[in-house]
């Protein structure tokens, strides 16, 4: 590979998961990481030393320096979610690529400000939900695609629970209603909504209603809630997103003809290797003593984690329109689009009673 | 096992159900199938012989007649849900106990009075959730149960569905308003509930909510729906219960400290095994990058079908009453009279704009 081929990122903040997507672009094969940049440079170093980040990686105390660093193809924005508007669109304004941690804005109408920022300086735009580019989810999109083995789409059910502890609860940027004023569904929840949306073959629902448990913290911040999905052909997703839960990943969808369930889709339990588990066409045996037919496992091998994968995809994307003249792709931006559509309908929700909010 | 400590049971109802419970009574070590009831004695019949009953099986050609057997100690009651009130009532005051199939009522003021009537006469009353009697059961009850394992109860997602077919959506009892009003959500919806209280160690819930998704049949059944319920401790349950979609019978329960997922737990997949997969105390990994602690599969091995274990469970409260002066055990139709609540209020839920109902 070229070194014109190499996408050299920036990375501006150096919040926890910068950690692992820092690692992401040093194996990734088409990404380099270039620069980090922190609000001191002392912070820039601590997270190049405590990462072991190669003595070439350039180090900026300003978030301004780096995006004017003419060497950065992209940026990789880790930032709290109430600063993803104004440095996402002053990374595409530099006409650098944007990878941006979910949740992507604080709401669709920062969103497409965003989103905007980017077509108009012509630069990818993506988020940063990992699992999606996994292998095991094209396998999973397989699957559902396929009117044998699945069918018609009827539900889904999915969660994504940790425990945040006391400190995390009162301190973390998570639970801030100044930076991440979407709390548990911005950030756990996010993945559930993208959940839904893939099962559904990206289509919106029609309706979301929030489930009547949303839990605050002193802050008014949301830490636990849940909400039902409903579309037009009547299709139905349930979930629940907590800090206040053992950790849970579970996603689970039942078509007319098959189902799966994976308990470990946002994050596998092991880097190298990730399972799924499906069954189609089974019924009630004789006198319904048991089943036809069991779910089988099917194990999806992968030698590079899933946030290689996510880099990858978005450096190739990024490697096109730098050297080949294509456009971005416009794919991703509307996904993410989407999901934060169905996160503002949620949040509208609460403020409504619980009564289902139309999503568009 | 002395002849008089067996437990003589009869039939009325020669349902596709009652196949598999005639067959567990002659499994059961401590119960007989005394004697039959259909409405013609050809229907009686055929059961038998359809069902290599022994000959020394009694047949009759009305149900009168086999509750006025004094060699009858217990009836199973396999008929459509509208018919139990009246024949509930008449089993117990024959003095003979009652094993009823789900929905037990078509709601809980026809229950009550199937109650009162099994304890103003003394007799044993039982619903026929089978799965709660299997040993496996019984494993996820300590895990619930557990604090360091499990901890407090946090969310409950559970569905069991089945695809009728189009002949079953018109014509099956399930479907018949005069017959089954209460359509999935009595028959399927039941374990679902179920589900819910065990994991909840029977605390009724304090709301239930349906979601805003039933589908009805030409005559008006409900073939398809979901609810959340919600515990005064901030417990939220989601179920969905289908006649519409492929089968699946997941349980998924969350707690503070550890999560459980059964995916067959109305049937287990075969007959003498059935596993569970635990988790406790598992965490991220460092960067994320993986979870600390994998779900683990524990199998319980059992020699009997799960509905041997509930005859046999039935059977033995039936003998401490008859041979040792023993009282009718309360538990059963506490639990039964649960699970009813909660049907009322999702139908009430339904016909209230989906609002909350309050549950009591």
Same sequence: chains 1, 2.
């Avoid at 990878?99 to 990818?124: F, M, R």
């Avoid at 409903?230 to 349930?238: F, K, P, Y």
């Amino acid at each position: 590979m070229s070194p014109s081929s190499q996408v050299r990122f920036g990375i501006i903040g150096c919040a926890e998961i910068a950690r692992k997507v820092s690692r992401a672009m040093n194996l990734c094969p088409n990404a380099t990481l270039h620069a980090v940049a922190s609000r001191t440079l002392a912070k820039a170093q601590a997270f190049a030393t405590a990462n072991s980040l190669p003595p070439t990686t350039v180090l900026y105390g300003t978030y301004e320096a780096l995006l004017d660093d003419p060497d950065i193809d992209a940026v990789y924005i880790p930032l709290p979610t109430s600063l993803h508007l104004s440095w996402a669109i002053a990374t595409a304004r530099k006409k650098k690529h944007v990878l941006l941690e979910k949740p992507c804005a604080v709401n669709v109408t920062e969103l497409d400000q965003i989103i905007s920022a980017c077509e108009e300086n012509g630069v990818q735009f993506m988020d940063c939900t990992m699992w999606v580019h996994h292998p095991r989810s094209r396998v999973m999109a397989d699957f559902f695609s396929d009117p044998k083995r699945f069918g018609q789409l009827k539900f889904i059910r999915t969660c994504f629970n940790y425990c945040g502890g006391n400190d995390f609860l009162e301190n973390d940027i998570r639970v801030q209603p100044d930076l991440d004023p979407l709390g548990t569904l911005g950030d756990a929840g996010w993945y559930c909504i993208r959940a839904c949306l893939f099962a559904a073959n990206y289509q919106l629902p029609k309706f979301a209603t929030a489930l009547r448990n949303p839990v605050y913290n002193n802050a008014g911040v949301v830490i636990s809630c849940g909400a039902s999905l409903l579309w037009e052909n009547g299709a139905v997703a349930t979930f629940n997103c907590s800090f206040l839960a053992h950790l849970t990943m579970d996603f689970a969808a039942v078509g007319t003809n098959g189902s799966l369930n994976v308990t470990d889709f946002v994050i596998p339990y092991e880097e190298k290797s990730a399972s799924l588990s499906i069954l189609s066409n089974s019924n009630f045996d004789e006198m319904s003593l048991g089943w036809t037919e069991k779910p089988t496992e099917q194990v999806v091998k992968t030698e590079l984690p899933q946030e290689v994968f996510m880099v990858k995809e978005f450096s190739t994307l990024v490697n096109g329109i730098k050297n080949h003249g294509l456009s971005p792709e416009k794919k991703w931006p509307t996904i993410t689009r989407k999901t934060q559509l169905i996160i503002d309908a949620i949040v509208a929700s609460f403020s409504r009673g619980f009564e289902p909010v139309e999503v568009y």
